[in-house]
């Protein structure tokens, strides 16, 4: 069973993403150098999911879960507006890649399948250890 806090209404599924996985394991290295990616502090790689009460900073701005909570809906994968201005406008190009290839898949089979994939997508094929979304290699593989 997947924890509703990480189903971002974006399709970036939280369960793996760094910021999150670095909190959740309270890995403080993993923090250092997302850090110095967001140009932020350590202590402000912080968060359970885009739907708990410790949200990272720039995802609590974010545009397209401010249009979905006004529109009442769980995510971009029930709007008929899909791919939308706010979704083209994203500022992360490999967060946009991701979105414009998660949010149909999530559209087809479900939220509960579509978080088993993505958990799947972001799994190494040698050790099993979950690695994070964008991740070039495994840190358990392939330490840093």
Same mark, same amino acid.
């Not at 979704?87 to 089979?109: M, Q, S």
């Not at 579509?114 to 979950?130: A, F, M, P």
């Given at each position: 069973?997947?924890?509703?806090?990480?189903?971002?209404?974006?399709?970036?599924?939280?369960?793996?993403?760094?910021?999150?996985?670095?909190?959740?394991?309270?890995?403080? %290295?993993?923090?250092? !150098?997302?850090?110095?990616?967001?140009?932020?502090?350590?202590?402000?790689?912080?968060?359970?999911?885009?739907?708990?009460?410790?949200?990272?900073?720039?995802?609590?701005?974010?545009?397209? !879960?401010?249009?979905?909570? $006004?529109?009442?809906? %769980?995510?971009?994968?029930?709007?008929?507006?899909?791919?939308?201005?706010?979704?083209?406008?994203?500022?992360?190009?490999?967060?946009?890649?991701?979105?414009?290839?998660?949010?149909?898949?999530?559209?087809?089979?479900?939220?509960?399948?579509?978080?088993? $994939?993505?958990?799947?997508?972001?799994?190494?094929?040698?050790?099993?250890?979950?690695?994070?979304?964008?991740?070039?290699?495994?840190?358990?593989?392939?330490?840093?």
């Amino acid at each position: 069973m997947y924890n509703p806090e990480t189903v971002a209404p974006c399709g970036l599924y939280c369960g793996v993403c760094g910021i999150y996985m670095a909190t959740a394991g309270g890995d403080e %290295e993993l923090k250092g !150098k997302l850090a110095k990616a967001y140009g932020v502090s350590p202590a402000d790689i912080l968060c359970r999911g885009c739907r708990s009460d410790t949200v990272f900073m720039y995802c609590k701005v974010c545009g397209i !879960k401010a249009c979905t909570a $006004e529109k009442g809906i %769980e995510g971009c994968h029930l709007c008929d507006a899909f791919p939308c201005g706010k979704v083209e406008a994203f500022p992360v190009a490999e967060g946009k890649k991701n979105i414009l290839r998660a949010v149909p898949r999530w559209r087809e089979i479900g939220t509960e399948k579509w978080v088993e $994939e993505e958990e799947k997508l972001s799994t190494c094929r040698s050790c099993g250890n979950r690695m994070f979304r964008g991740a070039k290699k495994c840190r358990s593989c392939n330490p840093l």
